[in-house]
T-cell receptor
């Protein structure tokens, strides 16, 4: 079965600094996709970034980038120049298969940003 | 453009009561999903639908039923609520079958069963 593990229940970062959130996953599939979702206090799930497993290049979206290590089954999220608005719960998620976008989520990491 | 709308936003039920959560999307998406979010466990898939008139079980389907009579609506039913079903429920939808397609989420329903 596919599993996603986020080993950091909570992280803190000073405003304007960089923080990395960890995620590992377990799968026997060769073709799959990985995502980071942000959930602010409003509960709205917001897609931050996605990575296709067959692409070796790490995805980037403005201040957000990933370090995708396929052999190690690791998918970490780096947030540069952290802002107060980045404070939220972050979920790592995995998707595979041909029938829709069924997501398997990690337990989440709460990110606190200090001013 | 409303996106994915869940009704209600909050609800308190007594053990044994029944209720239906409604999810409506206005994006003409084929695929719809129900997840539950519990502390320390992330979101887990309850049921999903790959098109009007279809439903399938996800990871944690026990105690829930679903229906997709209209393409834009996906209903989640609890026939006899239990305290273990206290959770935040999220509906999501996506257009394509490809697993890299972005899923759009509703704002969740906080359900408490006492």
């Amino acid at each position: 079965a596919q599993t996603v593990t986020q080993s950091q229940p909570e992280m803190s970062v000073q405003e304007a600094e960089t923080v990395t959130l960890s995620c590992t996953y377990d799968t026997s599939e060769s073709d799959y996709y990985l995502f980071w979702y942000k959930q602010p206090p409003s509960r709205q799930m917001i897609l931050v970034i996605r990575q296709e497993a067959y692409k070796q290049q790490n995805a980037t979206e403005n201040r957000f980038s990933v370090n995708f290590q396929k052999a190690a089954k690791s998918f970490s999220l780096k947030i540069s120049d952290s802002q107060l608005g980045d404070a939220a719960m972050y979920f790592c998620a995995y998707s595979w298969g041909e029938y829709g976008n069924k997501l398997v989520f990690g337990a989440g990491t709460i990110l606190r940003v200090k001013s | 453009n409303a996106g994915v709308t869940q009704t209600p936003k909050f609800r308190v039920l007594k053990t044994g009561q029944s209720m239906t959560l409604l999810c409506a999307q206005d994006m003409n998406h084929e695929y719809m999903y129900w997840y539950r979010q519990d502390p320390g466990m992330g979101l887990r898939l309850i049921h999903y639908s790959v098109g009007e008139g279809t439903t399938a079980k996800g990871e944690v389907p026990d105690g829930y039923n679903v229906s997709r009579l209209k393409k834009q609506n996906f209903l989640l039913g609890l026939e006899s609520a239990a305290p273990s079903q206290t959770s935040v429920y999220f509906c999501a939808s996506s257009y394509w079958a490809s697993p890299n397609t972005e899923a759009f989420f509703g704002q969740g329903t906080r359900l408490t069963v006492v």
